[in-house]
T-cell receptor, first 114, second 115 residues
Framework: QKEVEQNSGPLSVPEGAIASLNCTYS??????FFWYRQYSGKSPELIMF????GDKEDGRFTAQLNKASQYVSLLIRDSQPSDSATYLC??????????????FGSGTQLTVLP | EPEVTQTPSHQVTQMGQEVILRCVPI?????FYWYRQILGQKVEFLVS????????KSEIFDDQFSVERPDGSNFTLKIRSTKLEDSAMYFC?????????????FGEGSRLTVL
């Protein structure tokens, strides 16, 4: 059973602080890791993806991957109230190199307090 | 910016009725997917589609479900005889690259309510 685990939260941080979101996954064959943001009633929106161990930065967002620990995280610097949403961690295993199936975590609800 | 479009945005149906959800993937994408999200639960994979055939499907995607690409632009999900537990948001997604590392782009979803 391929699992992706996240703390459901809610996680509350003050405006301007760093929000840290964590995710663990069970399948060592996972190759690609994604963070999606989902506002209530809306579709998942891709924030970042990471494939290699280490850090990847994009603006206020940093994704961190540690394959040995099967752990991926997302840091949001200078958090804004507009960042308040549910953040979904998703991983995939490439099956036969022809298609991609994402396994999602249950999401962490983030609230940024003004 | 290209986007995945879905219709209808909301459909209400009676149990046992057939439902077709429609999607127009991004035009140069090669892979198409359906996911669903029951209210308050995880986003779940249903099926992937490539080169006019199903590539992968989950346990959820049983004989009541089917997908089709009837023309060069539309991608449809059919539920033959809806059940109450089919009530969910259904998301279509598409991706460009073969295997590897291409990301999925999701449509806005079709909310299905089965009464």
């Amino acid at each position: 059973q391929k699992e992706v685990e996240q703390n459901s939260g809610p996680l509350s941080v003050p405006e301007g602080a760093i929000a840290s979101l964590n995710c663990t996954y069970s399948d060592r064959g996972s190759q690609s890791f994604f963070w999606y943001r989902q506002y209530s009633g809306k579709s998942p929106e891709l924030i970042m993806f990471i494939y290699s161990n280490g850090d990847k930065e994009d603006g206020r967002f940093t994704a961190q991957l540690n394959k040995a620990s099967q752990y991926v995280s997302l840091l949001i610097r200078d958090s804004q109230p507009s960042d308040s949403a549910t953040y979904l961690c998703a991983v995939n295993i490439v099956s036969s190199g022809s298609a991609r199936q994402l396994t999602f975590g249950s999401g962490t609800q983030l609230t940024v307090l003004p | 910016e290209p986007e995945v479009t879905q219709t209808p945005s909301h459909q209400v149906t009676q149990m046992g009725q057939e439902v077709i959800l429609r999607c127009v993937p991004i035009s140069n994408h090669l892979y198409f997917y359906w996911y669903r999200q029951i209210l308050g639960q995880k986003v779940e994979f249903l099926v992937s589609f490539y080169n006019n055939e199903i590539s992968e499907k989950s346990e959820i995607f049983d004989d009541q479900f089917s997908v089709e690409r009837p023309d060069g632009s539309n991608f449809t999900l059919k539920i033959r005889s809806t059940k109450l537990e089919d009530s969910a948001m259904y998301f279509c997604a598409s991706s460009k690259v073969t295997g590897g590392t291409g990301e999925l782009f999701f449509g806005e979803g079709s909310r299905l309510t089965v009464l």
